[in-house]
C-alpha cells in the first residue's frame, strides 16, 4: 500500500513531464504554512488545457483512476475533478485555474515549499502563498456556511505561523474582492499577538 507521500509524487511526477503548471492549495497548503496535520485528499489547481487531458489520463492510467470526459465536463463547469490513487485509494481534488484576475495573480505568487502531506516524508512542491492559502481557506469557509472548526483551525494556525511576514495590504484587497474581508478580520482580531 503506497503512501499518500508517495502517490502525490507520482502525480508530480506526470504533472512534471507533461509540463502542466499547478498549485498545491487546500490543507496540504496550510499545513506547510501553519500547523502540519493529516488530510484526507489534495487540491491541486492545475492549468490544464482540454487538449491535452486525454495525454494527462493516459500517464496516468498506470497508476490512477482518472476519466478524461468526466475531467472535461467538470473542468468546463469550473469544478474540481477526482483523481484516485489505485494502490491507496488516496484522493486528489483537481481545480481547473480560473481566468479571473484573483486567480492569475494567485498563481504567480505559488513558490516551491516542503509539505509533508500524510504526516510523513517530506515533498517538495508548488504550494500557494501563505496570504493566498489565507485568503482560499477563507472563500472555503464562507461557502460551507462558517461551520467547521477544523477549517477556522487551519486559518489560526497560518495566521499565527506567518505572523509579521503577512503582506496586511495584499489580504485586504484581495479578500474584499473575494468578499471575505469581513471573516479576514475575525480572524485579525483572534490572534491580537500577531501584527498585520
Aim: aromatic fraction near 10%.
Amino acid at each position: 500500500m503506497s503512501t499518500l507521500a508517495e502517490a502525490f509524487a507520482r502525480l508530480l511526477a506526470v504533472l512534471d513531464r507533461l509540463e502542466v503548471p499547478y498549485e498545491v492549495g487546500g490543507s496540504v497548503a496550510s499545513s506547510a504554512h501553519g500547523i502540519p496535520r493529516t488530510t484526507l485528499d489534495v487540491d491541486i489547481v492545475v492549468d490544464l488545457k482540454p487538449e491535452r487531458i486525454d495525454s494527462f489520463v493516459a500517464e496516468l492510467r498506470q497508476e490512477f483512476y482518472a476519466d478524461a470526459r468526466q475531467i472535461r465536463e467538470a473542468f468546463a463547469l469550473g469544478r474540481a475533478a477526482n483523481l484516485i490513487h489505485l494502490g491507496s485509494v488516496w484522493k486528489f481534488d483537481l481545480f481547473p485555474l480560473r481566468n479571473d484576475e484573483y486567480s492569475r495573480m494567485e498563481f504567480g505568487r505559488r513558490a516551491f515549499r516542503e509539505s509533508r502531506p500524510d504526516g510523513g516524508e517530506s515533498i517538495e512542491c508548488l504550494v500557494a502563498s501563505v496570504e493566498d492559502t489565507i485568503l482560499r481557506k477563507l472563500q472555503w469557509y464562507r461557502a460551507r456556511g462558517e461551520v467547521s472548526e477544523r477549517q477556522w483551525n487551519d486559518l489560526r494556525g497560518v495566521w499565527r505561523a506567518a505572523g509579521a511576514r503577512l503582506d496586511s495590504g495584499y489580504l485586504r484587497r484581495w479578500a474584499e474582492y473575494l468578499k471575505v474581508d469581513d471573516l479576514l478580520e475575525k480572524l485579525r482580531t483572534e490572534s491580537p499577538e500577531v501584527q498585520s
